[in-house]
């Protein structure tokens, strides 16, 4: 992808806010000009009044001195209205590009994404993302403006002296062009290399934290920390190779605009000798042509960050680009008044570069029913829930839901039927009740405490309370109760279909027994499949399907298998 390609990818990002983004180039352009004028001015007054007072000649300075006047207050109103304008402009962008990336990334999930760390996911999500605000503020704006305002420039100096014109275009082309691609070409390799290790450094501390009592347990924490500190070493390097281009870039801005002056001076004071040009303008043309490098000084910075949002934006466009591994269907789905059975038919499935994960399963499971599915771990379990939520499609064969092929169903309407706890459920920094009302924001607070009671949670949340925070990732709450909590915030949706992924482990065996037991009993109507490697509460399920190596090796009731030399009754002995 180019860097065309992608400015123009950028630029339409911002489109649907344009009118606040002219509006902000506008009121930056009007503080511009009236800041040069304020300054011409007065050096034109200040000059013509010295001169009257030598000569002794009238002069009306209420017109001036009003002029004076006049530039300094709409140069406070409109700064003070740029800044407002322009950084609500900025937010409400940042607001729709996070949505924009948030929507379109969420149908990868989790086969596209499975390749990154969640410390890479989180810094494309917010610093990328946030960098993003830096290319209306630090590049559009400035640049715009800049280009405008040297226009103007040019013409009023030229309406004096074309020559002075000629020499003061050149300087501001050489500040505000010339020094900031040399700057720019001197440090892109640096900005690139700080973005990447910016990122990798906030993938590692953030890996660091969410895997620290794994990484103490097998000694690797040092390790970790001395990865942290040779990307944190690295990063430095780059930021500060960045910050002496950034001052060499300012030094060179001074030296021209004082080079600037002096040609200024050169050119015109030949004009006043000679009488073509009054005294006086030469003082106004002077602080004219020093005031105008204020319109150019943001632009060495413009071109460092353009490199850097650039890289930002490239980031978040190799993610968003990628197809989902499921496409949304042309004529989705959106209502099925069939029970909500579930059904898989001749089903073949490999993850990429993996063997055989599900090889001919055929199981259909009616509405209403207690389902377990028993097997060891990779057996292929948790890939069939993977294949009914759409996350993968099947090689071969046909999963149905609601007597419909899940292909037919957007992802969306499919998952609002389905409610899923999952061996690796995430837990929010936030407050026990926030944590369940995300399942269903509009529950009542007798719903809360039913559902709580329901996964066997209720005497923890009442002792704790509602509103206790929870840590990042659930980090105040045992193993046990953030199973149980993302078991009760399930519980919340109420949805034609509950699937738990292993529901009773780091329960004790008088837990598990009291907590499947009510998963059992409660809510006959919801088809409940338990996806489980223990046998608690499998004598009262109306199947059990015990699979082994992606195959269906065995089915029938607990009676049933227990009747016969069943893999079941074997495993049950162990």
Known sequence: MTRRSDLRRLLALHRPYLGWLLAGML??????????????????????????????????????????????????????????????????????????????????????LQGLHSGDLLSRLRADVDRLDRFYLSILLPLTVAGVAVLLFTLFLAMHSPL???????????????????????????????????????????????????????????????????ASHAMIKRQ?????????????????????????????IPLVRSGLLPPANLAMIALFTLATFEAIAPLPNAFKVLGETLASARRLFALVDAEPEVPEPGWPVTHRTQPATIEFRDVHF?????ATVLDGIDLRIEAGERIAILGATGSGKSTLINLLLRFWAADRGTVLFADEDVRAWSGESLRRRLSVVSQHAHIFNATLRENLLIANPNASEAQIVLACAQAGIADFVQERGLDSFVGEAG?????GQRRRLALARALLRDTPVLILDEPSEGLDAR?????????????PAQTRVF??????????????????????????THADLMAKDSVYRRLRRL
């Open 27 to 112: 009121l930056s352009l009007l503080a511009t000009l009236a800041n040069v004028a304020l300054m011409a001015t007065s050096g034109w007054f200040i000059a013509s009044m010295a001169i009257a007072g030598v000569l002794g000649a009238q002069i009306n300075y209420f017109l001036p001195s009003a002029g004076i006047r006049g530039f300094s207050i709409l140069r406070i109103i409109s700064r003070y209205g740029e800044r407002l304008v322009t950084h609500e402009g900025t937010f409400r962008v940042i607001t729709v590009v996070r949505m924009w990336f948030y929507e379109r990334i969420e149908p990868l999930a989790p086969a596209r």
């Open 164 to 230: 002075a014109a000629l020499v003061n275009l050149g300087m501001l082309l050489l500040a505000g062009v010339g020094v900031p691609l040399l700057v720019n070409a001197l440090g892109s390799a640096a900005g690139r290399e700080r973005i990447a290790l910016e990122a990798e450094l906030r993938t590692r501390v953030i890996d660091g934290v969410q895997g620290l009592a794994e990484l103490t347990v097998y000694g690797a924490d040092d390790t970790q920390s001395e990865r942290i500190e040779a």
């Open 240 to 268: 500060e190779t960045l910050a002496g281009l950034g001052a060499m870039s300012q030094g060179a801005l001074v030296l021209i605009s004082g080079a600037a002056v002096m040609g200024g001076l050169l050119v015109t």
């Open 350 to 354: 490999a993850y990429p570069g993996r």
């Open 475 to 479: 980090i105040k709450l045992s193993g």
């Open 511 to 523: 837990t598990e027994q009291r907590l499947m037991r009510g998963l059992i009993a409660d809510n």
């Open 531 to 556: 996806i489980t490697h223990r046998f608690a509460g499998l004598e009262s399920m109306h199947r059990i399907v015990v699979m082994d190596q992606g195959r269906i090796v065995e089915t029938g």
